[in-house]
C-alpha cells in the first residue's frame, strides 16, 4: 500500500452529524459527495482518539489502557475521532452553468462557516447612472439584496461595491463609490457569505458538512464539520483559500474503500489579483449607530502588490449527552478578521489614520468579472491595528505600507433582510 494518490469529496449535511434517528450514529447513505480539486498534500487521514485516563492504584510501575470516550452498539465500543481537517484550495468560480454556489463544492465550503445571500438576479443593467454611488436599476430596486457586493466592469477593470440602501425613490445606493460614470454597464450581484449577525441567525452558519477522504486502500469520514479558519493569500497572484474545518466525528470505512475520487471543476475562472482594485472609502462609515440612510462614501484607490486576508470562528460546542457526537451542534461564538496589506505606492493621505482611530471601508476585488466569475470580499468598517506612517524600506528596493486591518461594528447599511451591517463579506460571481 506504497500509494499515497487520494482525494478528498464534501457533501452537506441536512442535520449536524448527519446522525440516524433509529441507531443514533452517524449515516452517510443519503449524502451526496462531489470531490474537491484541492491540493493533494494537505489531504491525510484526520482525528485522534478522545479517551480518558486511568490513573488507578497500583502495585507497580506500569500502565493501564485508557478508556475510549464513546457510544457502545451492539455491545461493541463505536471509533470515534475528533480533529480537524484542513486543505488548500483555489476559489474557481461557478461558470455559467449554475446561477447559485448553494449546490457546489464552493458553496458547501463556505456555507459551513458563513450564512449566504443571492438575491432574485444575476445582473442588472443600469438604466440611470445618478452618481458614483447611485443609479435606477432595471430590476426593482427592492430585489436588490442590502449588505450584498455588487460589480461592475469600467474601463477593462473590475470595480466592486456593496449596497447600502435599495429603496431611494427606486434607485439603489452603495458604497464605496465607483470610479465614474457606469450609465448602462450590466451590474452583477455576487452570491455574497457573510457571518451570521442577528436574531435567529446570530451564531450560525448556512449548514454543516461532512468530508470523505478516498485513497488506495482507505476511506475515512468527518461528520458535523465547520469552518473554523481561512486564509486568503496569493500563489503567483492565483487566489488560494486555507480552509481548516473543526469536525465533531471521524471514523474509517476501509472496507468499502474504492480509491481515490476525479474531483469534479467548476466551469468559471479561477479569481486573479489581476484587473481589479484595492479600494478604501474616503472617509469613515457609520458604524457605533445605525444609518438611517445608506452610506455614500467616496473612493481611495490602493497600489497593493500582495494581501493575507485571516477569517478565524471561534467555535463554541453544545454539549449534550445525547450522541456519539457529545454536542448537539457547534456554534461561532466569535469572528475574527484581519487584513494584511503591501501598498508599493505610499498614500500619505490615511498616515494619521492609527492615531485617529480612523475606520475606512475595505474592499478587495478579483477578475476577471462576468456571468459566474469575479469575486471580492469586504470589511466595511476597518481600523487599523498599525501605524501606516511607518514606512517598510526592508526590501532594498522600494518603500512600502504596510497595512494591517481589523473589522469592526458597521452600521452604514438601511435595515433590510438578513445580510445588513454584517462585519465581513465575501462574494462571486453567478452563472446564468
Known amino acids: 500500500m506504497s500509494v499515497t494518490h487520494r482525494s478528498l469529496s464534501v457533501a452537506p449535511e441536512s442535520t449536524f452529524g448527519s446522525l440516524s434517528s433509529s441507531t443514533g450514529l452517524p449515516d452517510n447513505s443519503g449524502l451526496t459527495y462531489t470531490s474537491i480539486p484541492c491540493e493533494r498534500d494537505p489531504i491525510i487521514i484526520y482525528g485522534d482518539p478522545v479517551v480518558s485516563e486511568r490513573n488507578d492504584a497500583r502495585d507497580g510501575t506500569y500502565g493501564l489502557p485508557p478508556e475510549p470516550d464513546t457510544v457502545w452498539s451492539s455491545g461493541n465500543r463505536v471509533r470515534r475521532r475528533t480533529g480537524q481537517v484542513v486543505l488548500r484550495v483555489d476559489l474557481t468560480t461557478i461558470g455559467t452553468g449554475s446561477t447559485s454556489y448553494v449546490n457546489n463544492y464552493l458553496g458547501y465550503l463556505l456555507g459551513a462557516g458563513f450564512r449566504t445571500t443571492l438575491g432574485s438576479f444575476e445582473s442588472d443593467t443600469v438604466a440611470v447612472y445618478v452618481s458614483d454611488n447611485q443609479y435606477t436599476p432595471s430590476e426593482t430596486s427592492t430585489n436588490y439584496v442590502v449588505g450584498s457586493l455588487i460589480g461592475i466592469n469600467r474601463n477593462g477593470r473590475a470595480e466592486y461595491s456593496a449596497i447600502t440602501d435599495n429603496d431611494v425613490g427606486g434607485d439603489v445606493t452603495l458604497s464605496p463609490a465607483f470610479s465614474g460614470n457606469y450609465d448602462g454597464q450590466p451590474a452583477y450581484a455576487l452570491q455574497t457569505f457573510y457571518p451570521g ?93 445605525d444609518a438611517t440612510t445608506g452610506d455614500t462614501l467616496g473612493r481611495i484607490e490602493l497600489d497593493v502588490e500582495d494581501f493575507t486576508l485571516s477569517v478565524t470562528n471561534t467555535l463554541t460546542p453544545v454539549g449534550h449527552s445525547n450522541s456519539i457526537l457529545a454536542m448537539r451542534d457547534m456554534e461561532v461564538s466569535d469572528v475574527d478578521v484581519e487584513l494584511s496589506l503591501s501598498v508599493s505606492t505610499i498614500n500619505t493621505a490615511i498616515n494619521n489614520d492609527f492615531f485617529n482611530r480612523t475606520l475606512r471601508q475595505v474592499v478587495v476585488g478579483f477578475g476577471p468579472l462576468t456571468y459566474g466569475q469575479g469575486g471580492a470580499f469586504m470589511i466595511p468598517a476597518a481600523y487599523l491595528t498599525v501605524d501606516p506612517s511607518k514606512y517598510d524600506p526592508s526590501g532594498n528596493d522600494i518603500t512600502r505600507q504596510q497595512l494591517t486591518y481589523k473589522a469592526s461594528r458597521y452600521g452604514g447599511d438601511v435595515a433590510d433582510g438578513q445580510a445588513y451591517n454584517t462585519p465581513f463579506r465575501i462574494g462571486f460571481g453567478r452563472g446564468l
Not at 223 to 230: H, K, P, W
Not at 260 to 267: A, D, F, I, Q, T
Not at 268 to 288: E, H, M, N, Q
Open 197 to 289: 449577525q442577528r436574531s435567529a441567525q446570530l451564531g450560525t452558519t448556512f449548514q454543516s458538512i461532512s468530508f470523505r477522504v478516498d485513497g488506495v486502500g482507505f476511506r475515512s469520514y468527518a461528520y458535523g464539520c465547520r469552518l473554523e479558519s481561512m486564509q486568503l493569500s496569493l500563489d503567483n497572484g492565483r487566489v488560494m483559500a486555507d480552509l481548516t474545518y473543526q469536525a465533531a466525528l471521524i471514523q474509517d470505512d476501509h472496507g468499502a474503500a474504492v480509491g481515490p475520487v476525479e474531483p469534479v471543476y467548476n466551469s468559471g475562472a479561477p479569481c486573479f489579483f489581476r484587473g481589479s482594485y484595492v479600494v478604501i472609502s474616503d472617509a469613515s462609515p457609520t458604524s457605533l449607530t
